[in-house]
């Protein structure tokens, strides 16, 4: 009977253990953007719809997928008509900060960062369109939850103040 007790007894410990495990990995949105797991939360398949009018660097709606690298960043591959977009989010632990370098089909460059954390994110940087000039750039994200976000993009324009290029609404799909 002694021993029956026992093995309950650490049947009853290894299960509250791995109950206990799992539920501190679940995500939760005061982990956004903290540490180099902070993005895992977008990995998998996206489609985002554009408020704004549709331009060549902003088509009306896209779709996407998020995937972890080899080397542990975040990559990310969005197309939609004429359009198709490439980026990384790496994760520099030592500043704390998040780089993302990007890249379009149409030649345009440019990259973004971000030392900030939770459900208000911004991103800014530069930017080079076909054009050569480059631009001031920032990006919005507001984080709904685990399957939605919102996207504002602007660019700083010659008299200093912020114009939008685009709203993007994404959703997990």
């Known amino acids: 009977m002694k021993r029956f007790y026992w093995l309950v007894t650490l049947m009853v410990l290894a299960v509250a253990t791995s109950a206990a495990q799992a539920q501190s990995t679940a995500w939760s949105p005061s982990m956004n953007a903290v540490g180099a797991h902070g993005f895992d939360w977008q990995i998998g398949n ?3 719809t554009n408020s704004m009018p549709p331009s060549p660097m902003n088509p009306t709606s896209q779709t996407g997928t998020v995937t972890r690298t080899n080397g542990g960043a975040l ?9 198709d977009y490439v980026s990384y989010d790496v994760y520099v632990a030592k500043t704390k900060t998040w780089l993302g370098p990007i890249a379009l089909a149409d030649g345009s460059y440019g990259s973004e960062s971000t030392t900030q954390t939770g459900m208000n994110i911004v991103w800014t940087g530069s930017f080079y369109p076909p ?3 480059m631009m001031q750039v920032r990006d919005t994200d507001v984080i709904s ?5 919102t996207d504002l993009g602007e660019f700083q324009s010659g008299d200093g103040t912020w114009k939008k290029l685009y709203n993007l609404t994404c959703t997990k799909t």
């Open 46 to 48: 996206w489609s985002c």
């Open 75 to 83: 990559l990310y591959h969005f197309t939609g008509e004429n359009y």
């Open 145 to 149: 939850n685990s399957t939605k976000f």
């Open 131 to 133: 054009t050569g000039k």
